[in-house]
């Protein structure tokens, strides 16, 4: 039901495009800005389909739990001005205040007892609350980080 309602509003806009693009013939000052606009729309739609596609494969793939170990924690700072000048939130809970901003990446990397190696992009509490040689249960779907429960148990080790 829900993904009639998808497929529908998804044929309704691309009618109004079209119905959009086709009076733009009609009119040589709105043709101008329209192939000025048609980069930009093309743009958006790739970048929409290539989320989409992502977001697909990870809902396909089966959720998996390995004993893992960490062996790398690294950030990467997000170069795009106008996603850190949008992405600020401010984040209040019961025994804590901080802002958080939307251009710094946390990835963790993982070692699986098959010895691949896995790594994720996590949470920032998750990236500042592991250190590098911590051992748990890795719980991840496709390339999607779900939980990290620590282990202190030597049996458990990879």
């Known amino acids: 039901m829900k993904i009639q309602a998808v497929l529908d509003a998804c044929k309704n806009f691309f009618v109004w495009l079209w119905q959009g693009i086709s009076g733009c013939f009609q009119n040589k000052t709105a043709l101008i800005a329209a192939l000025l606009l048609a980069p930009f729309v093309l743009l ?3 970048n929409l389909f290539w989320n989409l596609l992502q977001e697909a494969k990870n809902l396909f793939a089966p959720t998996v739990c390995a004993p893992a170990k960490i062996t790398l924690k690294r950030e990467e ?3 795009n001005r106008w996603r850190q000048l949008l992405c ?3 984040f209040v809970g019961p025994a804590f205040e901080y802002e958080r901003t939307g251009y710094t990446k946390y990835f963790v990397r ?3 007892a098959d010895g691949s190696q896995k790594e994720l992009q996590v949470w ?3 990236y500042m609350g592991v250190q590098e040689g911590d051992y748990g249960v890795l719980t991840f779907r496709g390339d999607k980080f779900k939980s990290f429960r620590m282990s202190t148990m ?4 990879v």
């Open 77 to 79: 700072q997000e170069k």
């Open 44 to 46: 958006f739609l790739c």
């Open 124 to 126: 920032r509490e998750i």
């Open 110 to 112: 993982f070692q699986l």
């Open 88 to 90: 600020t939130h401010r």
């Open 154 to 157: 030597n049996a458990q080790k």
